[in-house]
Structures are given as structure tokens and as C-alpha cells.
């Protein structure tokens, strides 16, 4: 067996083991359902390079890439999230040199909670603090038994840490909040049901309860015990998903002032659930190098708007080049139609309806298993990574220095 790290999702796991066999993976310790489908699926799904729909050469696909960019008025560059630290860090050059859009997944997804916790606006802790010292664990609009499905085997609830020894049933306790009752809140302790939309009145409801108010929403009872459990916490996590994130958006000072209130208290600090594996690595970077952690566009200088997302883009760009990303099946159908028209470069190791729709594929290698790099995990902990079975197609890093060059 070699060693390996799974690029799964974005808790990058480290003690994976595992063994190929013909047309798959073979053996495997420690890997979960979702990382063994991730690393499978490349034995399913690989792609090949192609031009026009035709099988095509490597250089060609990388000389027909750079023309499209070349002659674009305003390219989109779009993706990042499962690209390794360098790869990103040549995309991001690669931008600037073109004067182009640059946007990553967490645009129609949770950049803003992103944004405030690299800008410090609430504490946030590592999912190693998280095992050794909380004991209350909230998940919030969170499904990570599904989306993240270690998270609360190797983190978030059920290991013993260096003040956490009992155990969860002893020393940890663990809340939901969300619309439905999703595999995790099955796993809680406590589960408070929302209706879609009205998180920030149960914000309030919460705030009310900690100043010894009387809730307006929810069950009275209920929510008085919850204040009086969050009251009694030494080191309380919370995890926000989708779920809160899009119910907030541009009520995220709600979830601001929820965790100035819970700190003048006891601690209590933050951890997105980035869902691709190097989500947070690019929005820390692209904002050590331009002040923004995505939206930004390099065109006469350095600017950052909401209309530079991939919604807006799709309409103002005129071509794109995606790595490593399928909006094409995740977006919104008009966001899909409108890029789908324009010349598209696909950079993926796996088949998708996006590489079917483009112009240009360019297969690259599987990071955690066909290459080596770096990713930030999603509490901000770096972690490298080999290759341990080395692929003979270039990674996201060579490839976009390639196209580079030949612009
Ligand atoms: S939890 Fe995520 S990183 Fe860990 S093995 Fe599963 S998919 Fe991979």
C-alpha cells in the first residue's frame, strides 16, 4: 500500500493507504465513500486531449487554448478550487497577464462566510483545536456526515483530544440547526428545525435568549434551553454551510454580531465547510495578492465587483478558460447556456458535461494521487502532498505554464 492524501473534499485527509488494480482502486484504509468514488472515478471519466471534438495532440490542445485566450477581448478564467496552491498561483499570473476575469467556485456558493473569516470579522480556530478542546459542536444549514464524511469521525465530535478524553457522549455535546432533519442532525444531540429563509430570525431568537430576553420565534422552551446550553460551553465550534450562508447572504453581520454576543460569554469561533478540496486556498491567496478573495478583474489594474462572479461573466466574457470545475452541471441553467456559447478550455483530469461542451480539453493529473502540490484545508492548515503513482499527463501548474508561454 503507499500513503496518500485525499482530495475528496476540502478536510484533505492524511492517512490514507490504499493500492490501484486494474481499472481502479484497489485496497484502501482509511478512505471514505466519497473519496474512494473521487479516486475511482478518474479510472471512469478520464479525459483526453481534444480540439473541435476531435482527439487532438497535448500541444495542440495547449496552442489552440492560448490562441482562444490570446484573441479574447475579456476572458474568463474560472475553477481553482480542486487546483493545488501553485497551480493557482500561475492562474492567478496568468490572469493578470491577460488583463482577464478570475472567479472560483465559492462565488455562487460561500464566499462570504469565506471573506469573514480570512478578513477576521469572526474567530475561527483549527479542526485540530476542534478535537482537543470543544465541546460544543454546532452545525449549522452543515451536512458534513455527507458532504464531509470524517468530519466528525477524525474532528468535529467523536475522537478523544488532548482535553476532550471521555468522549462525545461524556464531554461533547452537538446542536443542528437546519430545514430538515439531514444525516448529522440525526447524529446530534439537539435539533432545532428552521424554515428555509428564516435563519436570521432564529439569530435573533438566540441573541434574544443569551441577553435573558424571551425568544419571538421558535419553541420558547426549546430555545431557552438552547441558550442555557451555550451558555454552559468551554469552547464551542460554530460550522456553517450552504444552507446558513445562502439564507443570510447580505445578512452576514447577523451571524457577526451572534458570535460577538456568544464571545462575550465563552469562546466560540468559526469553521467554513469548504466543499472542494483548495476552496480556501485560493480565496487566501488571490487575497494576499490582490486584497480579494475572488470577483476580481486585472483589466486596467486590480478591481473586485459582484457582477465579476461567474454569473455577471457568463455575460460580459467572451471566452473561458475552466480547471478543474463543472459548471456547466452545477449552475444555474442560464449561467450554463450563456457559457456553453462561448469558446470554452476545459482543464480536468475527468470527463464532465463541461469538458463535453468545449472547444478545448486538456486532461491533467489527479492531484493526491497522480501529482504532488499543496492545498490549504478548510480550517487554514496547510498540507502537502506526493504523487503516489505518478501520471505522464502534466498538472494544472505545468499546464497552465504552458499555455502561458505559448500566449
Ligand atoms: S473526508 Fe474528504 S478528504 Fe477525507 S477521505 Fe473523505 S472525501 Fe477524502
Known amino acids: 500500500m503507499v500513503k496518500s492524501v485525499c482530495t475528496g473534499c476540502s478536510l484533505?485527509?492524511?492517512?490514507?493507504?490504499?493500492?490501484?488494480?486494474?481499472?481502479?482502486?484497489?485496497?484502501?484504509?482509511?478512505?471514505?465513500?466519497?473519496?474512494?468514488?473521487?479516486?475511482?472515478?478518474?479510472?471512469?471519466?478520464?479525459?483526453?486531449?481534444?480540439?473541435?471534438?476531435?482527439?487532438?495532440?497535448?500541444?495542440?490542445?495547449?496552442?489552440?487554448?492560448?490562441?482562444?485566450?490570446?484573441?479574447?477581448?475579456?476572458?474568463?478564467?474560472?475553477?481553482?478550487?480542486?487546483?493545488?496552491?501553485?497551480?493557482?498561483?500561475?492562474?492567478?499570473?496568468?490572469?493578470?497577464?491577460?488583463?482577464?476575469?478570475?472567479?472560483?467556485?465559492?462565488?455562487?456558493?460561500?464566499?462570504?462566510?469565506?471573506?469573514l473569516v480570512l478578513k477576521g470579522k469572526v474567530p475561527t480556530c483549527t479542526l485540530d483545536d476542534v478535537r482537543n478542546f470543544a465541546d460544543i459542536m454546532i452545525f449549522w444549514g452543515s451536512d458534513p456526515t455527507n458532504s464531509h464524511p470524517r468530519h466528525l469521525s477524525r474532528f468535529s465530535y467523536y475522537p478523544r483530544g488532548e482535553k476532550r478524553q471521555k468522549g462525545y457522549e461524556v464531554e461533547r455535546d452537538s446542536i443542528a440547526v437546519d430545514v430538515r432533519k439531514s444525516s448529522t442532525a440525526k447524529l446530534c444531540k439537539y435539533y432545532f428545525k428552521v424554515a428555509p429563509g428564516d435563519d436570521a430570525d432564529f439569530i435573533n431568537s438566540v441573541i434574544s435568549v443569551l441577553d435573558g430576553k424571551i425568544p419571538r420565534v421558535g419553541d420558547k422552551k426549546k430555545m431557552i434551553e438552547l441558550g442555557t446550553v451555550l451558555r454552559k460551553a468551554e469552547f464551542g465550534v460554530i460550522f456553517p454551510g450552504l444552507g446558513l450562508v445562502s439564507a443570510l447572504q447580505d445578512q452576514m453581520s447577523l451571524l457577526e454580531a451572534l458570535l460577538a454576543k456568544l464571545n462575550s460569554i465563552k469562546p466560540y469561533k468559526?469553521?467554513?465547510?469548504?466543499?472542494?478540496?483548495?476552496?480556501?486556498g485560493f480565496n487566501q491567496l488571490l487575497m494576499s495578492e490582490t486584497g480579494f478573495i475572488?470577483?476580481?478583474?486585472?483589466?486596467?489594474?486590480?478591481?473586485?465587483?459582484?457582477?465579476?462572479?461567474?454569473?455577471?461573466?457568463?455575460?460580459?466574457?467572451?471566452?473561458?478558460?475552466?480547471?478543474?470545475?463543472?459548471?456547466?452541471?452545477?449552475?444555474?441553467?442560464?449561467?450554463?447556456r450563456r457559457l456553453a456559447k462561448m469558446p470554452l478550455i476545459a482543464?480536468?483530469?475527468?470527463?464532465?458535461?463541461?469538458?463535453?461542451?468545449?472547444?478545448?480539453?486538456?486532461?491533467?493529473?489527479?492531484?493526491?494521487?497522480?501529482?504532488?502540490?499543496?492545498?490549504?484545508?478548510?480550517?487554514?492548515?496547510?498540507?502537502?502532498?506526493?504523487?503516489?503513482?505518478?501520471?505522464?499527463?502534466?498538472?494544472?501548474?505545468?499546464?497552465?505554464?504552458?499555455?502561458?508561454?505559448?500566449?
Not at 506526493?386 to 501520471?391: F, G, H, M, T
Open 12 to 115: 484533505l485527509c492524511e492517512d490514507i493507504d490504499l493500492t490501484l488494480k486494474a481499472g481502479g482502486v484497489g485496497e484502501a484504509n482509511n478512505l471514505c465513500r466519497k473519496g474512494f468514488g473521487h479516486f475511482s472515478a478518474l479510472f471512469n471519466e478520464r479525459t483526453i486531449p481534444r480540439v473541435d471534438n476531435q482527439d487532438a495532440s497535448l500541444d495542440q490542445a495547449i496552442s489552440e487554448a492560448a490562441k482562444i485566450l490570446r484573441n479574447a477581448k475579456n476572458p474568463l478564467l474560472y475553477g481553482w478550487s480542486s487546483s493545488s496552491q501553485e497551480a493557482q498561483k500561475v492562474g492567478i499570473d496568468l490572469a493578470r497577464k491577460l488583463g482577464a476575469v478570475i472567479d472560483d467556485t465559492t462565488s455562487f456558493c460561500q464566499d462570504v462566510l469565506m471573506d
Open 347 to 407: 482543464i480536468d483530469p475527468r470527463r464532465s458535461l463541461t469538458t463535453d461542451a468545449s472547444r478545448v480539453v486538456i486532461p491533467s493529473a489527479m492531484y493526491g494521487l497522480e501529482s504532488g502540490g499543496s492545498a490549504i484545508r478548510t480550517d487554514g492548515v496547510k498540507v502537502s502532498f506526493s504523487s503516489p503513482y505518478p501520471a505522464e499527463k502534466p498538472n494544472d501548474e505545468e499546464i497552465l505554464k504552458r499555455i502561458m508561454e505559448a500566449i
Open 294 to 336: 475572488n470577483r476580481v478583474s486585472f483589466k486596467d489594474g486590480v478591481s473586485s465587483n459582484p457582477d465579476l462572479g461567474i454569473v455577471g461573466a457568463s455575460r460580459s466574457c467572451d471566452a473561458a478558460l475552466i480547471i478543474g470545475s463543472d459548471p456547466l452541471s452545477e449552475l444555474p441553467f442560464g449561467v450554463a
Open 270 to 280: 468559526v469553521i467554513p465547510t469548504a466543499e472542494h478540496f483548495n476552496a480556501r
